[in-house]
């Protein structure tokens, strides 16, 4: 994996070694799970239920993979996609997952999939809650989530690991990669790319661009989005993130990137070498891929010129160890930015009364 950093770097001046060793110290707990493997038995039809860090991660690696075996992901109450979904249903084993046991959406997707589905077995991955009342009723198999991990930096634990390793992902590279990343230092470009980004939004540019010329990896940027709306979005403080894709975005949203508001960093996301490609002869091209490569590179220096700092992010393949190093490397630098904010990034305070709300609601 590959960092590049364009019109980014901003007068530092303080050392941060504070900062990094209190980083060092919070992050224990997730920088000890990328050390433990989960492994399951490999199933031919798989669904997860559960919703934001319970399902995000696992999500992204089974679409960036393109993993043949079947899976059906329940991240939501929309009625419509929901019963279409479990439609296609046939004996699968169901991953129900909630950290808290007591999450909505999880709860009432797990009681339609036992009313409505013939299911080949229930495994539970909670701590508490009304699924583990649930899970000890029916003697269901519980898998356990190490407490002082939030769920959205839980992929390497149970959480990711279970459902990933029951669908055939080789989920000893993916935390392969995760611990070639584990080398935490303030050279390291995850703890450089928290202190460019914190240093922006100090001036104002407060919008994260997440521009990835890799389809596949369209789930990780909803994972990302989780992890940092989550992790900074507190005390009137934090950074939105905004979702592109390249070459699509470069027709709608490159005109504001170039000529709006200079109010954003741009990370582009992409690959050395795709795992598809054809041989074709278009004015300088010789590969199909030359084409996207030359709308990405046309795009950042454009951006450069007109002084938008910009990131290029470049996996050399997308594969179970290059996604292990992307995920790790995304958990530093925003646990690593919470620092800098003096915020806790692993809790999230406003959503609970929301929770709180939608439950009254519901009982009235």
Known sequence: MRVDFKNCFKEVDK?????????????????ETIYREVKEDEQDEVVVIGMGGSIL??????YALNVNKKAIFLDNTDPEVTLRKIKLLDNPVVYVVSKSGNTLETLVNYKLIKDKVDVKEFIFITNGGKLLEIAKKNNYRVLNIPEEVPGRYSVFTSVGLAPLSALGVDVKSLLKGAKEMDKINLNHPAV???????????EGRDISVLMTYVESLQYF????????????????????PLLSVGAKDQHSLLQLYLDGKKDKVI?????????????????????YSDIIKAEKLATEKALTNRGVPNITIELKKVDEKELGSLLY???????????????????????????????????K
């Open 15 to 31: 050392d941060y070694s504070q900062e990094l060793e209190k980083f060092i110290n919070i992050f224990k707990p997730i920088r």
């Open 57 to 62: 991660g696992t999500e992204t690696v089974y």
């Open 192 to 202: 450089v790319n928290g202190i460019i980004h914190y240093l922006h939004e100090r």
């Open 221 to 240: 940027g909803e994972w990302y989005k989780q992890l940092l709306g989550e992790s900074l979005g507190k005390n009137f403080l934090g950074i939105t």
């Open 267 to 287: 990370t582009f996301l992409t690959v050395e070498e795709y795992r598809e490609d054809i041989e074709i002869e278009f004015e300088g091209a010789k590969k």
């Open 329 to 363: 490397f995304y958990m530093i630098q925003i646990a690593f930015m919470g620092v800098l904010y003096n915020i806790d990034p692993f809790n999230q305070p406003a959503v609970e009364e929301e929770k709180r709300i939608c439950w009254s609601i519901l009982k």
